[in-house]
């Protein structure tokens, strides 16, 4: 073999082996965030009573039918045991979001934001290094009145950040997976 035909035949094997030898990168494919279509804030007073169920459902998720929402009457000074619920009722049987949320408790918190001091929320539940999770918490009612209540599912926030262990979402950042305000009435 000349060493013409020999370069030349190096140089194609190179080549040959240059472009053989390239990662076949399997492109990044978006999460999709999980679809939830209910959402259900259950209070029972502490001591016994009736619950209170404030509720949530928007089975075609920005469809053109309007969401269904559930508003409630509380009674003053007392104290509720909250336990939330997230549900995609658009699949057959229907997928229990609240059990992800659970088994991913570091990855999400439920934020209660209120525009008055007619009520507060405290969360009674935790995740793995101590920060609040809030798919139980206690409501506690303070004065007679109508308040609005806004209940945000955030996913990866910053547990971290100032206030946000204490119920501020201000600094939580993360993404919104879903947030829904109710109109409460407190007799």
């Known amino acids: 073999m000349t060493p013409t035909k020999l370069l030349t035949f190096c140089a194609l094997c190179l080549l040959i082996f240059a472009t053989s030898c390239k990662d076949d990168e399997i492109p990044d494919v978006p999460v999709q965030p999980e679809l939830i279509t209910t959402l259900t804030y259950t209070l029972t007073p502490e001591g016994g009573g009736d619950a209170v169920v404030l509720s949530f459902q928007d089975l075609d998720d920005d469809g053109p039918i309007e969401p269904v929402i559930q508003n409630g009457t509380l009674q003053n000074n007392v104290t509720y045991n909250g336990e939330l619920t997230f549900l995609n009722e658009s699949v057959d049987p229907s997928e229990d979001i609240t059990e992800e949320v659970a088994e991913e408790d570091e990855e999400h918190q439920v934020f209660f934001v209120t525009n008055n ?11 793995s290094g101590g920060n609040p999770v809030g798919l139980s918490s206690s409501l506690t009612t303070s004065q007679t009145g109508t308040t609005d209540l806004t209940i945000t599912l955030r996913h990866e926030p910053n547990k971290a950040g100032e206030n946000v262990s204490a119920g501020d979402i201000t600094n939580a950042g993360g993404e919104t ?8 009435e407190i007799e």
């Open 177 to 184: 997976d879903i947030e829904v305000t109710f109109n409460v």
């Open 117 to 127: 001091d007619y009520l507060a929320v405290t969360y009674d539940d935790v995740d």
